[in-house]
């Protein structure tokens, strides 16, 4: 016989529920404001702003992020064909910009950025945000005028960093909660990182930047026609990452920074090169618009500094394939190499890549990408092969590979001396007459099926203990 089953009290059940249910009040807004300020700080900008209409509580809130991000770029990008348009958009854009730093209240700020394509007519916004910026000791502050809503069009620099704003004496920084937003008391010595994009800077303001910024630890400049010089050097510099780039009239690049790691030198058009008291010096790319000049004038360079990097990447002209490096060249710490190779027209040897990693007895992993004018190659007798037994090379990346003679000349000596290769990753480049292409490339399987036709053709000739990735 079943049990007598006790009867709960349904007053139990809720006075039970009453003890664990939250109230009706909104407990976040009663967090302290350092909270919600770094809770707002994991959104984006706008939604940052948007949540001023919670409530009362939240109204100000926004205004304390020490982070402002303002980026046009992908907004405007959907009226780029629409020329009046996108200008009454700009405009509006730099309204609310202005709104944005006349309402913010943070005293200090981590990261200041603007990316917006602008005009020299906008020169006087432009001021007026760097001297905001700087008011509030920024420490990163980016600066990217670049129109990339706009494609297929070359682009320049229009409007000037404002030169007065580096050289005028503002006085000591402000102390209060909410700094001036005209700019009064601004304060360079915060600043670590600082990135202009195709906005116009001079030799002078760049020797300003070197001055004025003891504490500068990057400094990136793209897309300027009015950079001719460049000189960064001193025996208490903080810089350690120094990046040009699309410069095109820069001729004349001087550097001694002791703490520099990384310099960059791409699309540029430099002829004197000087790089002294470079100790920490372990990262260099360059790339002298295409034609090879300037890897060219490093490579042949009897320096101490280049015996010292770590990562180099260089980009030559097909002529200069057949460079041979000085016999008194050896990279002996570097560990990763990318070689791009411009403008074959299908003549070329590319011997001169092989006597490269010969220069590079610790080299662990190589990339290495061509770029042909023709696809073609016209027949020559091949180059003998380069012997250089090489212990370290564990990867080797062969990018738009056409199957010409000379480049599996170039892969066959790769794979006779690198007897430590392990992985071998192929980019094939299907326009080469020397693959039968996709008829229907849209096809997927059509297009499976052309590279484990390639797959199966290259597999025969690399050993079994390498793997073999075709991308």
């Not at 913010?104 to 007519?121: D, P, Q, T, V």
């Not at 404002?162 to 005209?182: I, R």
């Not at 000349?409 to 071998?424: H, P």
Request: glycine residues 4%; hydrophobic residues 40%.
């Amino acid at each position: 016989m079943a049990g007598k089953r006790d009867k709960i009290d349904p007053g139990f059940q809720a006075k039970k529920r009453a003890k664990i249910t939250y109230n009706d009040k909104d407990r976040i807004s009663h967090l302290a404001d350092d909270i919600l300020v770094m809770i707002l700080s994991l959104l984006s900008f706008k939604e940052a702003v948007c949540t001023s209409v919670l409530s009362s509580r939240w109204i100000h809130v926004w205004k304390q992020i020490p982070s402002l991000t303002f980026d046009a770029h992908v907004s405007l990008k959907r009226v780029a064909r629409g020329f009046d348009i996108s200008t009454i958009k700009r405009q509006k854009y730099v309204k609310w910009v202005n709104s944005v730093i006349q309402s913010h209240e943070a005293a200090a700020l981590k990261e200041f950025r603007i990316c917006l394509n602008l005009s020299n007519l906008a020169r006087k916004a432009i001021t007026r945000w760097l001297k905001f910026a700087f008011a509030r000791r920024v420490q990163v502050l980016e600066l990217d005028l670049s129109a990339k809503e706009v494609f297929f069009r070359r682009q320049f620099s229009h409007c000037a960093f404002p030169e007065e704003l580096l050289t005028q004496s503002w006085g000591e920084a402000s102390s209060s909660s909410k700094p001036s937003s005209d700019g009064s008391g601004v304060d360079f010595n915060s600043l670590k990182v600082l990135s202009l994009k195709y906005v116009v800077v001079t030799c002078e303001v760049f020797k300003l930047f070197i001055r004025n910024f003891p504490k500068l630890e990057r400094l990136v400049v793209e897309g300027t026609h009015d950079l001719l010089k460049v000189e960064a050097c001193g025996p208490s510099l903080a810089l350690q990452h120094l990046e040009l780039s699309c410069c095109e009239n820069l001729k004349t690049v001087k550097v001694s920074a002791p703490n520099l790691t990384t310099l960059i030198l791409a699309k540029v058009g430099v002829e004197n090169l000087s790089i002294e008291n470079v100790p920490k010096l372990a990262e260099v790319s360059a790339d002298s618009r295409g034609d090879g000049v300037l890897a060219e004038k490093i490579l042949s360079a009897s320096s101490s500094w280049i015996s010292q990097l770590e990562i180099f990447s260089l980009k030559l002209s097909a002529k200069t394939t057949e460079f041979v490096p000085s016999a008194a060249l050896e990279l002996t710490k570097l560990k990763k190499l990318a070689v791009f190779i411009y403008h074959g027209k299908g003549y070329e040897s590319l011997m001169g890549v092989a006597r490269l990693i010969k220069s590079c007895p610790n080299l662990q992993e190589c990339l290495f990408k061509l770029m042909w004018w023709s696809p073609y190659c016209v027949h020559r007798v091949l180059k003998s092969s380069v012997k250089f037994p090489h212990e370290h090379l564990k990867v080797f990346k062969f990018y738009r590979y056409f199957g010409r003679p000379d480049e599996v000349e170039l892969l066959e000596s790769v794979l006779e001396n690198c007897i430590m290769l392990e992985k071998l990753v192929i980019d094939p480049d299907y326009r080469s007459p020397y693959f039968v292409a996709p008829q229907n490339p849209d096809d997927e399987n059509e297009k499976q099926a052309v590279v484990d036709a390639f797959k199966l053709g290259i597999q025969s000739q690399v050993p079994q203990h390498i793997e073999l990735v075709i991308l």
